[in-house]
């Protein structure tokens, strides 16, 4: 059985991404599943939509920092991408949420032939798919009310592994997470992230998100009997993260239900 050695599995650490991943051992993981902070989130920044995640304008009472989040500059992805394919072993999946602006970028680094490549790296995976997760639920909006996100999948070769379950479609239909059970700004349903490492993993073989956030991952890797590790970079979410883990744990237990692997 594969480690994920000098981290211990199924927990999360404290720290910046780059700092972290870069110590996870070549080829030692089975599946990436993660949403990280974008840099795109702050196109709105001053205008109102991110008002509810502490973007408003800096004269607002809407406006407070400590709400958001460190995001990720757009110079950084080709580094991601690299290293999201050094650690994944040979013929694995990744999954990024991100939005549109954000897909060409990935897309352009993770497929694009090392000839059009700034940084060289060539090209890396596979093959793509987008994906998308529908909320299920009109978001806010100055056009066309947003209802979708992406779901950028790669495929690591040499070989294409396939999916859990071929008869799944490209839409994931799963109501986003609203009111008091919304934690973090851009907290994803564990629904979501069980569909995707159901699709692409087996019972206990290892699962990494490098921006853990509210834990998504962890639980619902939890729940299907996958060992997991993440980090992110404030240590207040490892903190939440951890304790949903734990309060998920507990409540399993109390009804007798245990991993669905």
Known sequence: MSRIAPFEENTIVCGDWMNIVTQIPNESVDLVATDPPWETLLRWQGVGTTARMGLGREDSKSHDPNKFFPVIPNGDLPDLVQEMYRILKPSTHCYIMCDFETL???NYFAIEEGVFSPVGYGKLFDSCKPLI???MAMGTGYTYRQQYEFVFMLWKGPTKRRLNDLSIPDVL??????GNDKLVPTQKPVGLFDCLIRQSSNEGEIIVDPFMGSGTTAIAADR???RWFGCDISEQ????ALER???D???RSQLGLFSDG
């Open 104 to 106: 060409k970028l990935l």
């Open 133 to 135: 997760w529908d909320k």
């Open 173 to 178: 239909r799963f109501k986003r997470v609203w």
């Open 224 to 226: 299907l009997g996958r």
């Open 237 to 240: 979410y490892v903190k939440l």
């Open 245 to 247: 883990v734990e309060a």
């Open 249 to 251: 744990r507990l409540k």
